[in-house]
């Protein structure tokens, strides 16, 4: 058991060189509290990261999988948006006679169903039309961020307080508790997908090689249909905490949230081409960015230069990994 | 990972260490954190100006100002983490009501005192609002766009375009209710076009083309605020339709490019001052840090001025 | 003039040259023999400067030399055409004669005309009429292997080295690669043969050297010795001399293939019976890959009908075809048939995963039994599961391919040409499996170049020519020229 451990870190212990040491640099070079304390090892500033992690995190694990079919995904940010936008106007405009919980309940469901019906049109068009996932992906980054434009006239619809059903809605969705537990349990979930189902097998013998899949017999269209569904559904869930989050549902937010996605993936060690990759790396990454962000901003660096920085720091990634010749890891 | 990649990573650790410990306590006594909402506005680069040279005027005091780009969510997170850092005062200048609502209720749970400056939030988690009085300014133009509509046919009536700001903003809302409470009493003056422009001279210049081409007469072009009214002068200039009506802006800046030179210019028709309301968070920030038992007001309200061609250089700085 | 010193070589702990010393005489065609793992094509890759030794060295022209890379040795005059050959599926066949041939990039301007010049005489030269415009994704396997040889023709080298260079290619064509290489040798042109053909060794080779385990056994000249020989020293141990095998009589025919039409082929027919060896033959491009395809729902068949067992057959992909029990083990092991970076456990359950899983949950324990079963009874010592497939040797490969097929539990199993660069140990376990799985009620299709194979080892053969069957010849009565008649299009005499 051990054994395996050190072997797996071996191969892919990439991502997790990168999280070391921003802990490390970030302990090293916080700032103290009046009190004294460590600003950055504070429990009040790590969940902060993680919960402004939270939705990124959460659309980065669906991108695994899409990515790992060689596939990409460029529209996630505008169903993030557009799930936002849906649930702030059920909340908002659509008022149905009974309880909190349900009318939550129908909001989160109109949401989800969206999501999941675009990445389905994605998933669709690529399989059987044929057409190329970034080519589809890019139109219906398009499409649905002017649909959603469209749907709320171009306004913001912005979430009550106190005890009305968007109030308690916001309040509970942006939680920590909430926002994390969900992150971390849609990661297990997600991982044990990849590595122990037979669905985690095909995906990855699809995106290595699609022609021998096929020649396999393996449902090769079912396969990469699916993954798009679960990134249109995820997206759409990232969108319920940001909706919350921002306590409003803006159309024009979430843009360049496809890119930071990706990042993290990358940075995690799963490789464009298809084939390789892992939940654990993709968290490990999208934590890296985080607490990377985190630093910086701690020592007020200019926000230009976040920029920057976070570019080095993919081509460092992506650089390292060159040398991974590991076996399709399996923990 | 080779293991001399695993050498070079070790040293980068010593490094960082070594760089770690010398790094020293900060001299400062006091920390001052403000929030600003979007740094590339002319009006917020006015501020961060004041805020800098006012605070710098007080040795003790270390100022960081954060930038937000205009990202609602980015400001949320950037509150969050100056948050952490315990700061004596935050001063923030949100970018949308809804938004920034919890997380400066957060703040005040922290016991850290919150200024909020020129725009509101949904809930009032502040100690103070250091407003301006948006719907007098709104009056104080309307009333000057009816007495000019008067002159040029000698009756109040006339067709109106107006350019918006961010929608979610109390000032936005208030300039525009301040200035129809003057004209909804006249039935000849009429709004004839509206279109957002986020307060954006570039944006509304397109804006402002596209209405050139949708409505045909048009007396007075209302800029929420000034770079939105000189953007629309711009694009009518490109129609060479400039001469057929006025414009009139809100901010008022010093400076070349500023409010009061382009009333100099005899581009805007007027403008009013939107104060900075620096002035006031410095002095209410200040009573704060030093004296415990100071209780500010829950709103400082600060007065405006018009200007008009007549008494722009008396405003001009 | 090419000579070697005591070369090692060894890969993590696997030493697969142990001190190696070997010499060339100029314009002579020596062959290179060994079993999959003995070394012959890591010392063809050290040679040519694909991979560096060790320790050791290389003498080139009485000076010793250092490759950089391929390149290095490429201009010094060493050529080698790999076995998993290494051109660029999407540009034209003149384009991947000119890449690396410094003497056709001359400036930054490549025109198409001048390609199209240069390439026109290596396409002559190998025989391959084709218009040289034609991307390299729409060739045959076959095809592919002489764009390859034309290359290192284009480069005008002095010695080249052609790994398995007749494995895919049907006899007509091995025909026009002896006439070439005899022409190369006239013209002082040192070849050297690596390959487990002994026909063909003791055909065009004048001498023929032998390697085991790392080790170089001995050099011989043809002449002065033998097949039985040559194989002793490769194997360590005598073979019994292939002779036609004894297979059971096949039962009632379970599949009816009846007139049908795809995109290659034209009105074929043919039925196949619970535990018969059907074998296909035919020329480069006759459509023996075809039927494969058809049965496997990657072709669509546009007319005509199957049947299998009582009931119409349409598959539309190969899931369709596996749910109703045919298996392909396709022709080309690395683009369609394995997922190179992923293990030998997992290559080997990727087919029927299903029965290993339990709610799409899967049961490794169960998998891995299941895998060291079906890869024990394909005759393989493989004991780590866990290494890439893309590690193994050519037969260990095709092996695993087997035990994946047969973990589906077929009732056909189409084979393409599936002992193409195999050694000859590995060659007669699989001979072995297949009358093992004929035995046990599977109806076998054989397609393979090599005719004394499919004479020995199938019921009856079916020859097809440009997309048609010619004909369905009874093994036991054929010979290699009714065979070859058939094949080139000529109809049986009666």
């Known amino acids: 058991m051990i054994d395996k451990f050190w072997k797996y870190l071996k191969y892919h212990g990439q991502p997790f060189i990168g999280l070391v040491l921003i802990l490390v640099l970030g302990t090293v070079l916080s700032p103290h509290a009046t009190d004294g304390t460590i600003v950055f090892l504070s429990p009040g500033n790590l969940t902060d990261v993680l919960l402004q992690q939270s939705e990124i995190g959460i659309i980065a694990l669906a991108m695994t999988f899409v990515i790992i079919g060689a596939g990409i995904d460029l529209s996630v940010g505008s169903v993030l948006a557009f799930s936002a936008c849906v649930t702030a106007l059920m909340l908002m405009v659509w008022n149905p006679h009974g309880p909190t919980a349900l009318q939550v309940a129908i909001a989160i469901l109109a949401a989800s169903v969206g999501g999941a019906l675009i990445g389905a049109l994605n998933g669709f068009v690529i399989t059987r039309i044929r057409l190329q996932p970034f080519v589809m992906t890019l139109a219906t980054m398009i499409g649905v961020r002017g649909f959603t434009k469209w749907l709320t006239g171009n306004v913001n619809v912005d979430l009550g307080f106190d005890a009305t059903p968007s109030g308690r809605f916001a309040e509970l969705f942006s939680s920590k508790p909430f926002a994390i537990s969900l992150w971390l349990s849609l990661a297990i979930v997600a991982h044990l997908i990849l590595t122990r189902t037979v669905y985690g097998r095909y995906l990855r013998a699809i995106g290595e090689n699609e022609r021998a899949a096929a020649y396999t017999g393996l449902p090769v269209r079912k396969v990469r249909l699916a993954a798009y569904i679960g990134c249109g559904l995820l997206a759409a869930w990232a969108g319920l905490i940001h909706a919350a989050r921002s306590h409003q549902g803006n159309p024009n937010d979430g843009i360049g949230y496809e890119l930071d996605a990706i990042a993290a993936v990358v940075i995690g060690g799963t490789a464009l081409a298809g084939g390789r990759g892992s939940i654990i790396g993709t968290v490990t990454g999208t934590l890296v960015l985080g607490l990377l962000t985190n630093v910086l901003r701690l020592h007020m660096v200019d926000s230009n230069l976040e920029l920057m920085i976070k570019a080095v720091i993919i081509i460092a990634a992506v650089w390292l990994q060159r040398r991974n010749t590991g076996v399709h890891g399996e923990l | 990972m080779s293991s001399s990649g695993w050498r070079g990573a070790l040293l980068l650790l010593l490094g960082c260490a070594l760089a770690g410990c010398t790094s020293e306590s900060s001299p400062y006594k006091y920390t001052v954190v403000f929030s600003q909402c979007n740094n590339s506005e002319p009006y917020r680069a006015a501020q961060n100006a004041a805020m800098k040279k006012l605070w710098g005027e007080q040795p003790d005091v270390h100022l960081v100002v954060m930038d937000a780009q205009q990202d609602s969510v980015r400001q949320i997170a950037e509150i969050e983490t100056a948050i952490r850092m315990k700061p004596q005062l935050l001063i923030v200048a949100p970018n949308e009501r809804a938004p920034l609502t919890e997380v400066m209720k957060s703040a005040m749970e922290a016991h850290i005192p919150v200024l909020c400056l020129e725009r509101d939030i949904a809930e009032p988690f502040y100690t103070s609002w250091i407003r301006v009085d948006n719907r007098a300014i709104g009056r104080l133009l309307g009333q000057f766009v009816v007495t000019c509509l008067a002159k040029k046919y000698g009756e109040p009536r006339g067709n109106i375009v107006e350019l918006a700001g961010l929608k979610g903003v109390e000032a936005e809302a208030n300039r525009k209710l301040g200035a129809h409470d003057v004209w909804d009493t006249y039935p000849k003056i009429k709004v004839v076009g509206e279109a957002v422009a986020n307060w954006s001279q570039s944006l509304a210049k397109d804006r402002m083309t596209e209405l050139l081409s949708a409505v045909p007469q048009i007396d007075v072009v209302y800029g929420r605020n000034d770079p939105m009214a000189v953007g629309a002068y711009l694009a009518a200039r490109e129609r060479d339709r400039e001469k057929e009506m006025i414009f009139v802006g809100i901010d008022g800046l010093a400076g070349e490019a500023g409010g009061v030179s382009k009333v100099q210019e005899g581009v805007l028709a007027a403008t009013c001052i939107y104060p900075l309301c620096v002035d006031k968070a410095v002095e209410i920030g200040t009573h704060i840090l030093h004296d415990s038992s100071f209780t500010p007001d829950k709103t400082y309200t600060i007065s405006s001025a018009l200007v008009t061609a007549d008494n722009a250089a008396t405003f001009y700085k | ?494």
Request: aromatic residues 4%.
């Open chain 3, 1 to 494: 003039m090419l000579a070697c010193r005591d070369i090692h070589k060894h890969y993590g702990g696997v030493a697969a040259l142990k001190g190696v010393s070997w010499s060339l005489l100029p314009g002579e065609v020596h062959a290179l023999c060994g079993e999959n793992g003995a070394g012959k094509s890591t010392l063809a890759r050290i040679f040519c400067g694909i991979t560096a030794a060790n320790s050791g060295e290389i003498i080139f022209n009485g000076q010793p030399v250092n490759w950089t890379g391929p390149q290095a040795a490429r201009q010094a005059g060493l050529g080698i055409i790999l076995q998993e050959l290494d051109l660029f599926a999407h540009l034209s066949i003149a384009e991947n004669l000119a890449i690396g041939n410094t003497r056709m990039e001359s400036g930054s301007w490549v025109s198409p005309a001048a390609l199209h010049e240069a390439a026109r005489p290596l396409l002559r030269d190998v025989g391959l009429e084709l218009d040289p415009e034609l991307p390299l994704e729409n060739l045959s396997v076959s095809q592919w292997q002489l764009v390859a040889i034309a290359r290192v023709l284009g480069l005008n080298a002095k010695v080249i080295f052609m790994d398995e260079p007749t494995s895919a290619l049907t006899d007509d064509a091995v025909e026009r690669l002896f006439g070439l290489i005899r022409r190369l040798k006239e013209r002082g042109v040192t070849i050297v043969y690596v390959s487990h053909k002994m026909n063909e060794i003791f055909r065009i080779c004048d001498r023929v050297s032998v390697m085991r385990d790392g080790e170089m056994i001995g050099t011989d000249v043809c002449a002065a010795t033998s097949i039985e020989q040559v194989i002793q020293q490769m194997v360590g141990r005598t073979m019994t001399a292939t002779r036609r095998k004894k297979i059971a009589t096949p039962k009632e025919s379970f599949l009816e293939v009846r007139n049908i039409f795809t995109r290659k082929l034209r009105d074929v027919s043919f039925t196949l019976g619970r535990g018969e060896i059907l074998g296909v033959a035919g020329l480069v491009g006759s459509g023996r890959s075809e039927i494969g395809r058809a049965l496997f729902g990657r072709s669509p068949v546009t007319q005509g009908s199957m049947i299998l067992e009582g009931r119409d057959f349409k598959p539309l992909t190969p899931h369709d075809a596996v749910s109703r029990g045919v298996a392909l083990v396709p022709e080309d092991r690395q683009r369609e048939g394995l997922i190179s970076g992923m293990s030998i456990r997992q290559n080997t359950s990727l087919a029927s995963l299903s029965k290993y899983s339990r709610a799409s949950w899967i049961d490794r324990e169960g998998e891995a039994t299941a895998a060291k079963e079906a890869l024990a009874n394909c005759r393989t010592k493989l004991t780590d599961l866990e290494l890439p497939v893309g590690s193994l040797s050519g037969g260990n490969q095709q092996k695993v391919l087997l035990a994946k097929w047969l973990l589906t539990n077929p009732r056909i199993c189409f084979f393409d040409d599936p002992t193409r660069g195999i050694d000859i140990g590995a060659k007669d376990d699989i001979y072995r499996l297949v009358a093992e799985l004929a035995e046990k009620g599977l109806g076998v299709i054989w397609v393979s170049s090599e005719l004394p194979e499919l004479l020995v080892n199938t019921h009856r053969i079916l020859i097809l020519h440009e997309g048609r069957s010619l004909g369905i010849l009874d093994s036991p009565n054929a010979t290699q020229e009714d065979i070859m008649r058939l094949a080139t299009g000529h109809p049986a005499l009666s």
